[in-house]
């Protein structure tokens, strides 16, 4: 199932805790590092997983989904297109609920498998933005959030 709207992307990030982070890098410069960071300070269980390391951001790294031994919610890829459908095989093989393919990251033919086998999907887009954007944090410093609603959210997630 696709999840494209402002609720559907809400939901997943209150309701879902476990983020297993594909490609995640050690080095303090890169996308992945900043998002994981953000949301570990944010409250979530973050799994870095990348067969270069042992360790990142304090937490144990596996050399892929198939190794880490706790239920996981959302795999969350921060790989190029082309390494998105072996990866979609192990989120099925696992149990995750959710793909989550970051910005620029966009497989058609993985997202269709995911989906087909009853994992929600969001393409396209950062985990660490979308949370800033729907639970306030991008608004504070001026950003333009395209949310508009007189309705607060329903529960903040930490």
Not at 11 to 29: C, E, F, I, Q
Not at 85 to 100: D, F, R, S, T, Y
Not at 108 to 126: N, P
Not at 132 to 143: D, K, P
């Amino acid at each position: 199932m696709p999840v494209d709207d402002i609720e559907g992307i809400r939901r997943v990030l209150n309701d879902y805790k476990t983020v297993a982070m594909v490609g995640l890098s050690a080095n303090w410069h890169r996308p992945s590092n900043f998002a994981a960071k953000y949301l570990l300070d944010h409250g979530y269980r973050v799994i870095p997983v990348n067969p270069a390391y042992e360790e990142v951001l304090g937490q144990k790294c596996y050399p892929s989904l198939l190794d880490i031994p706790e239920r996981v919610d959302i795999v969350d890829v921060f790989r190029k297109p082309a390494d998105v459908p072996p990866i979609v095989e192990q989120a099925i093989e696992i149990g995750a609920k959710v793909l989550w393919l970051q910005l620029g990251v966009i497989h058609d033919e993985a997202t269709r498998r995911a989906e087909e086998a009853g994992l929600e999907v969001v393409v396209d887009r950062c985990m660490k933005i979308e949370y800033a954007r729907l639970f306030g944090g991008l608004n504070f410093v001026g950003v333009n959030t395209k949310v508009i609603s007189a309705k607060r959210p329903r529960s903040l997630p930490h």
